[in-house]
Structures are given as C-alpha cells and as structure tokens.
C-alpha cells in the first residue's frame, strides 16, 4: 500500500511537470495565479536496490547444463559417376643402340679423292687396352686452269697401349705420318712453258713420335710426355721433346694447381733460298705456372701467373720472360647470363712442323723458326642461355704479340741459281713481326629438338702491324654455321656454310735488269663454302653416306695463286664391328 501510494505521487509529479513544459512551447506568457499552500510538502526518498554489474543467477534450471543427443540419419545417394582407372602415359624412349669397338670407312669421289679409315681398339685384360687408328686421304688433282701437278697424299697411323686403375692411368702412344703436297701456284701467265715443264713441283713431309700420359689419384694429376721428328724430302729435320707435369692439391678449401712445362726444339734446314747456307735454330723453354682456385658463391677467381726462360741454342736471344695469368666468372643470372674475363700472356713455341699443318706450301728454307711472345690477351664476355636449349656467347679482346709467325709469299729471282720447286713464287716464307689484334667473336647455339641442331658463330678482327705493311694472309671476318637434322631413324643430313674476308700478301720478283719491279699488293678475294650430307643407317652395323663439299663449285683461293678443287662429290659407306 505504501509503495503503491508513493508511485501514485510521482505520476502525478511527472505529468504535471509533462502539462507545464507543454504549455510554455505553447504560449511562453505563462501569466499570474495564486497558490494558496495549506500545509507544506515533506517529500521522502524511499530505498532503492542497486544493480549488480554481474548478477548472480541462483536458478537451478539455469544453471544445468543440458545435454543433447544427435541422431544422424543416413541414406544412399544414387549416382551414375564411375571414375576411370590411372594409365602412365607412353614415354617415347629410343631402343639403346649398341656400341661397338671398331669401324671402317671407305669412300671415294671426283677428282680421284679417295678416303678411308680403320679403327681398332681391344681389352687386353680388366684394366689394359690396346687402340689404332690408320687414316689416308687423297686426290688426284685436276682444278681448273692449274698448270702444274696439284695431287696430294695423307696417310698416317697411330697406336696405343694403356691401362686404367682406381689409383693411376696412363698409356704410351706411338705414331707415323706421311704427306705429300705439290708447290702448284703459279702466277697465271708469269712463267713461258719451256720453264713450267723443268718444275719438279712435289714436296714429301714424314712425322714419328713417341709419347706418353700418366694421371694419378693424388697430387700428380697428369703428365704427358712426346717426343717427335719432322722432315721433307729437302734435308730439313727437326726435333722436338715436350714435357708437361701437372700438380694439384688443396690447402684452406681452396684449390691449388701447379703446371710445369719443357719444351725443346732444334732443327735445321739444308739451304736457305738462295741456296747459298743452311740454317739451324734451336730453343729451350722451360715454364712454371701456378695458381690459385677462388670460388665464393657465384663467383669464381683463377689467379696465377706464368715464369718462363727460353734459352737459345742458335740463332736468337735467351729471354726470361713473367706473364699474367687471371681468369674470372660471375654468374649475374643463374646460368642465364654469365660474366667472364681474363687476362692471360703466354710464349708459345713454334715448329716447323706446325708451320707446313697450317700451310702445306711453305718452303724449306725459313729464315728461323721462333717462339712468340704472347705479352698479354685481355678479354671480357657474356654466356649463357636465352632458353633451355639456345646458347650465346659474346666476347671482346685485345692482343699483344710480340714475334707472331706470319705467312708471306716468296719472291722469284730471275737470276737465282736455285731452281727447286718452290722458287718461283709459288711457295712461302715465315716472318716475324709485333701485331696487335682487336677482335670480337659471337656464337649462338640451339638445340631445337632432340632431332634438330644449329650452330653459327663469327669473328672480327682488325690488325696492326709493326714492321710489315700488313698482317699478312689474317682474314678480318670469319663466319661459320652448320645444321644438323635427324629426318627419321634411320636417314640424316647436315649442312655447313664458311666465310673467309679478305686477306692482304704481296706478288715480288727481282730481274736480271735494274730496276727492279715494284712489289705488288695482293688482296685475295673473301669467299665462302657450303657443305652438306647425307646417310641411311642401313642396320646397326652399316651406314651409307654422300658429301658434297664446295657446293657453289667458288673457284677460290686460300692462299695466294692456290684456287682450291671446285665441286666435290664423296660417296662411301662406314661399317661397325667388334672382335
């Protein structure tokens, strides 16, 4: 009741209070009224509960927990999805062929060429070995308006005994070579008939050698030792002994290496071009070459340099001679992009017999036979892949060369007592000169498929020579590019294209009257050689095969006054066996 009484008063408080606010926003002239209070009002304040910020709840069924029990119905979907079994795809694999120890191959052609090879090779036991290889290749000339014999012969043979073991390996070579090659180039019209009939044109070169090679499983990686002897069918001889032991160790993980070099040559020759002496030269070069492997992540260092003392026998200065030695790479993108340079110097020895490898038509009378002072090659490139299967190369250098060999035609005396073969203009001399050499060389491989390759590269350079006019028969550009094509298991066919530039030597002859005739320069015509062939893999042993070489039938020259055989056609087969 008295709650009840209390809540009754405040509703009237409010609503009267409610009428007031609503009566001012009516009219704001509340005007005048007189109260009159009969007793004064004694208001209370009756007790409130407060609120608890967390209440406490004292109701058992709030307080239980309930516990619910699921009951899953299942039932069967019907579906008509049958999932297929997993099959391995077919991986074209190539039947293994088998490989065996031996072959030979005979083929002939235009022009009487004839070539032929025979290789053998056979297990003496476990671990030793017996290999030999005869080759020969010939023609019997007939180029175009070539007045002279221009027939060759090249046969050589080569044997081999060695043995391979976990610890060591070495074997013993022995060899010999026969060629012969005729001075053919004779200025057209130069000479009257009378004179060409006396010509004995064929020069005749012979190599023996003997040599070796030892690797062991320790600091002494490998040792290679050969010696040969070289001569013509003019009294000229030449000796020559190389001996190049390797060491090879590591100290701190980082890898040393230690490469030694012997190499000693003498030789002479009969006469000299006037046939007035003959002539002996002979050099000792000994070199020692150490370095040192850094490798730190992508990059990796070879530093070394070289020591090398050339003491002369004959004719010539002893020299001690110190060269750089330092190589370097950086991988800037995986094996996509490849940086690399060096700086290396090296004397390199000369030979008779490298001299006639390089040019068959030099005479037998050189001046000297030299080492070159190669005083620095300074280079820097790029390699590496624009794909999976393409391959670049791009490189820049420059060259120092102190004593480079240079091919240059001989002069025709009118009035020398020699009359040899080579004597008429037809033959070449060595010499010897300082040339700096800039050249940049680009190469681009691509294996498209496994049935498909191709290949082409270039060089171009640009010489400066000291004391000669020129650098004498050093092309300024060479190209090559070749094409390699699998059509079906069993036919295959290639193609190769070479391009030579221009090349610079010099026509001289001195007469019985004075003045003498002015030197004339000699610019040999660029030119280039397309090659192909093809073959049919008959069975596992027997492959049939044509070449074409110099398919545009250029009548060029590769050296001064040498035009080279036109269209050459070669049809052979080759056949595998074993023992």
């Given at each position: 009741?008295?709650?009840?009484?209390?809540?009754?008063?405040?509703?009237?408080?409010?609503?009267g209070?409610f009428?007031?606010t609503?009566?001012q926003?009516k009219d704001?002239?509340?005007?005048?009224?007189?109260?009159?209070?009969?007793?004064?009002?004694t208001?209370?304040?009756?007790?409130?509960?407060?609120?608890?910020?967390?209440?406490t709840?004292?109701?058992?069924?709030?307080?239980?927990?309930e516990n619910?029990?699921?009951?899953?119905?299942?039932?069967?979907?019907?579906?008509?999805?049958?999932?297929a079994?997993g099959?391995?795809?077919?991986?074209?694999?190539s039947?293994?062929?088998k490989?065996?120890?031996?072959y030979?191959?005979?083929a002939?052609?235009n022009y009487?060429?004839i070539?032929?090879?025979l290789f053998?090779?056979e297990?003496?036991?476990?671990?030793d070995?017996?290999g030999?290889m005869?080759?020969?290749s010939?023609?019997?000339?007939?180029?175009?308006?070539?007045v002279?014999d221009?027939?060759?012969?090249?046969?050589?043979l080569?044997?081999?005994?060695?043995?391979?073991?976990k610890?060591m390996s070495?074997?013993?070579?022995?060899?010999?070579?026969?060629?012969?090659y005729?001075?053919?180039g004779?200025?057209?019209g130069?000479?009257?008939?009378?004179?060409?009939?006396?010509?004995?044109?064929q020069?005749t070169y012979q190599t023996?050698?003997v040599?070796?090679?030892?690797g062991l499983?320790?600091i002494?990686?490998?040792?290679t030792?050969?010696f040969?002897r070289?001569?013509d069918a003019?009294?000229s001889a030449?000796?020559?002994?190389?001996?190049?032991?390797s060491?090879?160790?590591?100290?701190v993980?980082?890898?040393?290496?230690?490469?030694?070099?012997?190499?000693y040559i003498?030789?002479?020759?009969?006469q000299?071009?006037?046939?007035?002496?003959?002539?002996k030269?002979?050099?000792?070069n000994?070199?020692?070459q150490p370095?040192i492997?850094?490798?730190k992540?992508d990059?990796?260092?070879?530093?070394?340099?070289?020591?090398?003392?050339?003491?002369a026998?004959?004719?010539?200065?002893?020299k001690f001679?110190i060269?750089?030695?330092?190589?370097?790479?950086?991988k800037?993108?995986?094996?996509?992009?490849i940086f690399y340079?060096g700086l290396?110097?090296?004397l390199?020895?000369?030979?008779?017999?490298?001299f006639?490898?390089?040019?068959f038509f030099v005479?037998?009378t050189?001046?000297?036979v030299?080492?070159?002072?190669q005083?620095f090659?300074?280079?820097?490139?790029?390699?590496?892949?624009?794909?999976?299967?393409?391959?670049y190369?791009?490189?820049?250098?420059?060259?120092n060369?102190?004593?480079?060999a240079?091919?240059?035609?001989?002069?025709?005396?009118n009035?020398?007592a020699n009359?040899d073969?080579?004597?008429y203009?037809?033959?070449?001399d060595v010499v010897?000169?300082?040339?700096?050499?800039?050249s940049f060389?680009?190469?681009l491989?691509?294996d498209?498929s496994?049935?498909?390759?191709?290949?082409?590269?270039?060089?171009f350079s640009?010489?400066?020579?000291?004391?000669?006019?020129?650098?004498?028969?050093?092309?300024a550009?060479?190209l090559a590019?070749?094409?390699?094509?699998?059509?079906t298991?069993?036919?295959?066919?290639?193609?190769?294209?070479f391009?030579?530039?221009?090349?610079?030597d010099?026509f001289?002859q001195?007469?019985?009257?004075l003045p003498?005739?002015e030197?004339q320069n000699?610019?040999?015509?660029s030119?280039?050689?397309?090659?192909a062939?093809?073959?049919?893999?008959?069975?596992?042993r027997?492959t049939?095969?044509?070449k074409?070489?110099?398919?545009?039938?250029?009548?060029y020259?590769?050296?001064f006054?040498?035009?080279?055989?036109?269209?050459?056609?070669l049809?052979?087969?080759s056949y595998k066996?074993?023992f």
């Amino acid at each position: 009741m008295k709650k009840t009484f209390q809540y009754t008063i405040a509703a009237v408080l409010f609503l009267g209070s409610f009428q007031k606010t609503t009566a001012q926003k009516k009219d704001d002239n509340i005007g005048t009224e007189v109260v009159n209070v009969v007793k004064p009002y004694t208001p209370t304040i009756s007790d409130a509960f407060k609120v608890k910020e967390t209440p406490t709840l004292e109701d058992d069924d709030t307080s239980k927990k309930e516990n619910i029990q699921y009951n899953i119905f299942s039932f069967p979907v019907a579906s008509t999805f049958a999932p297929a079994k997993g099959k391995a795809a077919n991986v074209d694999k190539s039947p293994d062929e088998k490989i065996f120890s031996n072959y030979m191959t005979l083929a002939a052609g235009n022009y009487g060429a004839i070539n032929a090879e025979l290789f053998v090779t056979e297990n003496i036991s476990n671990t030793d070995y017996f290999g030999g290889m005869l080759r020969h290749s010939s023609s019997q000339g007939g180029i175009k308006d070539v007045v002279l014999d221009d027939k060759f012969f090249n046969t050589a043979l080569d044997l081999t005994y060695g043995s391979r073991t976990k610890a060591m390996s070495w074997n013993a070579d022995l060899g010999y070579k026969n060629q012969v090659y005729n001075w053919y180039g004779i200025y057209p019209g130069f000479l009257p008939d009378a004179t060409i009939a006396t010509i004995d044109e064929q020069q005749t070169y012979q190599t023996l050698y003997v040599g070796g090679r030892l690797g062991l499983d320790n600091i002494l990686k490998e040792s290679t030792l050969k010696f040969s002897r070289f001569w013509d069918a003019f009294g000229s001889a030449e000796n020559r002994f190389v001996a190049k032991p390797s060491l090879e160790f590591d100290i701190v993980e980082q890898k040393i290496k230690a490469d030694f070099v012997v190499d000693y040559i003498s030789g002479s020759f009969d006469q000299n071009f006037d046939k007035t002496a003959s002539i002996k030269y002979g050099f000792t070069n000994v070199g020692f070459q150490p370095s040192i492997k850094i490798h730190k992540d992508d990059l990796t260092v070879n530093v070394g340099v070289g020591f090398f003392y050339s003491a002369a026998q004959e004719a010539g200065e002893s020299k001690f001679f110190i060269y750089p030695q330092v190589t370097g790479s950086y991988k800037v993108v995986g094996d996509l992009m490849i940086f690399y340079a060096g700086l290396e110097g090296t004397l390199q020895q000369n030979s008779y017999h490298d001299f006639v490898q390089e040019n068959f038509f030099v005479s037998p009378t050189l001046l000297g036979v030299a080492p070159t002072d190669q005083k620095f090659d300074i280079y820097a490139g790029l390699k590496g892949k624009l794909a999976s299967s393409v391959s670049y190369n791009i490189r820049g250098s420059y060259k120092n060369e102190e004593g480079k060999a240079l091919f240059k035609s001989n002069i025709y005396n009118n009035f020398n007592a020699n009359t040899d073969g080579y004597t008429y203009a037809n033959s070449f001399d060595v010499v010897y000169d300082k040339v700096k050499t800039l050249s940049f060389f680009g190469e681009l491989k691509a294996d498209f498929s496994k049935n498909v390759s191709f290949g082409i590269n270039g060089t171009f350079s640009s010489y400066s020579a000291d004391a000669e006019k020129e650098a004498w028969n050093l092309p300024a550009i060479k190209l090559a590019t070749t094409l390699e094509v699998n059509i079906t298991p069993k036919w295959y066919a290639g193609t190769s294209l070479f391009f030579v530039g221009e090349r610079k030597d010099v026509f001289r002859q001195s007469t019985v009257t004075l003045p003498f005739p002015e030197d004339q320069n000699i610019t040999l015509k660029s030119y280039f050689d397309l090659n192909a062939h093809v073959g049919y893999k008959f069975s596992e042993r027997m492959t049939f095969f044509l070449k074409g070489n110099n398919l545009a039938n250029q009548n060029y020259e590769r050296w001064f006054n040498y035009p080279v055989q036109g269209l050459q056609v070669l049809g052979g087969a080759s056949y595998k066996f074993d023992f």
